[in-house]
């Protein structure tokens, strides 16, 4: 059986991502740093309503610590036995001008958004190879974002994290080759928690950027990471997911 690490699955883009693994087949470690509620109840309609024989666990940990992301990989790895996909989806967003941010909160972010991609990453790699060595095609995808290729106002240590993510993930790509793959995937707006503090305003300025008029939904991202997931010749790749904004 294959299994999946899906950091920050408890809420949104992550818990979209979890559900199409545990439905495609794969075992879930259902992450999260404080929504236990949540994280239980995506666990309950994995192992009760998903048509497969997935199995899945919820880890509280927050992945910005090294400890927390090294208890779980091996609590991955004591439920299923294996790792064979990571997902490194937990992010947090903090919207404030440079003058009024302080270097503690520009740390915060960069603590979940980079250190805890790489944390997760390093940590399950012995089991990453481990699955190649069987024969696997194990795959490492990283959450990225739009900002990382346009900047954002009032956010730039959540538009440099970002950018951050696209160079781990195309440094680990050379790293790890040719046993592991590892992408990005970088949505556009998606409708979940992060986004819904937007006025009708902001949204409308958006959604006028968007050519399929429509925001995204935690599944178009889900389908992409997918198609990473299955992808077999694609490595170090960026897969924008955005309804065809455009990306400069
Ligand atoms: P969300 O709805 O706010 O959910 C965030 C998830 O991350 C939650 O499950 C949260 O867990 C978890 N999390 C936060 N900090 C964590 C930590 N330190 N350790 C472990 N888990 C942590 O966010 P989202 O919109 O789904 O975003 C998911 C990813 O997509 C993020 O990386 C975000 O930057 C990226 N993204 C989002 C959009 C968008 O428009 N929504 C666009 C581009 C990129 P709790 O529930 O326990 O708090």
Redesign the pocket.
């Known amino acids: 059986m294959a299994s999946v690490i899906v950091?920050?699955?408890?809420?949104?883009?992550?818990?979209g991502v979890a559900l199409r693994f545990a439905r495609d087949g794969y075992d879930v470690a259902v992450?999260?740093?404080?929504?236990?509620d949540?994280?239980g109840a995506l666990v309950d309609t994995i192992e009760t309503d998903v048509e497969t024989d997935a199995e899945a666990i919820a880890v509280q940990?927050?992945?910005?610590?090294p400890e927390?992301a090294e208890r779980l990989v091996d609590e991955t790895i004591d439920a299923f036995g294996d790792v064979t996909h990571v997902v490194n989806?937990?992010?947090?967003?903090q919207h404030v001008y440079t003058e009024d941010l302080s270097p503690k909160d520009f740390d915060r972010v960069m603590?979940?958004?980079v250190n805890?991609a790489f944390n997760v990453t390093k940590f399950a790699l012995p089991y990453l190879r481990e699955a190649a060595e069987s024969g696997a095609d194990p795959s490492v995808t990283n959450?990225?974002?739009?900002?990382a290729h346009t900047g954002a106002p009032i956010e730039c240590h959540?538009a440099a994290s970002?950018a951050g993510i696209l160079g781990l993930t195309k440094s680990h790509a050379k790293d790890f080759a040719p046993e592991i793959r590892v992408n990005a995937v970088?949505?556009?707006?998606?409708?979940?928690?992060?986004?819904a503090d937007r006025s009708e305003e902001e949204r409308a300025e958006e959604m006028a950027g968007i050519p399929l008029e429509r925001?995204?939904q935690?599944e178009d991202?889900a389908q992409a990471v997918a198609y990473l997931r299955d992808a077999t010749w694609v490595t170090g790749e960026t897969l924008n997911v955005n309804g065809g904004e455009l990306v400069r």
Do not use: C, W
């Open positions: 950091t920050g699955s408890s809420r949104g883009i992550g818990r992450n999260y740093v404080q929504s236990a949540a994280a940990a927050d992945v910005g610590d927390d989806n937990a992010g947090i967003d603590d979940t958004n805890g959450v990225s974002s739009i900002l959540y970002k970088a949505p556009g707006h998606v409708e979940t928690d992060m986004t925001f995204g935690p991202i």
